[in-house]
């Protein structure tokens, strides 16, 4: 069976950093783009950044340009987003996604997502 699941989520004081984790099991993770959204109550879902298969090549939603950053051990099956610089704009809930296309652009696998919390 196909598993994504996160960790490293909390609450953090504004400023402050995270380490998201994604352990993936079940599929072919070499084949895949990984990736996180994030969810918000009431926002749209927001793509935060993507991690290509092929040459790692990334991408990164304009909110968070310069603070985060995504890597990937294939040797683990796990994937990471390091998160600094914190505000309350970046609370939500972090999923990690697996993507056949190019920057994650659709997604086919999925977690269960892991709760950030930013506060003021």
């Known amino acids: 069976e196909v598993q994504l699941v996160e960790s490293g989520g909390g609450l953090v004081q504004v400023g402050g950093s995270l380490r998201l984790s994604c352990a993936a099991s079940?599929?072919?993770?070499?084949?895949?783009?990984i990736g996180w959204i994030r969810q918000a109550p009431g926002k749209e879902r927001e793509g935060v950044s993507c991690?290509?298969?092929?040459?790692?090549?990334?991408d990164y939603a304009d909110s968070v340009k310069g603070r985060f950053t995504i890597s990937r051990d294939n040797a683990k099956n796990t994937v990471y987003l390091q998160m600094n610089s914190l505000n309350p704009e970046d609370t939500a809930v972090y999923l990690c996604?697996?993507?056949?296309?190019?920057?994650?652009?659709?997604?086919?696998?999925w977690g269960q997502g892991t709760q950030v919390t930013v506060s003021s």
């Open positions: 996604v697996a993507s056949r296309f190019s920057a994650c652009v659709q997604l086919n696998f």
């Open positions: 079940g599929f072919a993770f070499d084949d895949y783009n």
């Open positions: 991690i290509s298969t092929r040459d790692g090549s990334t």
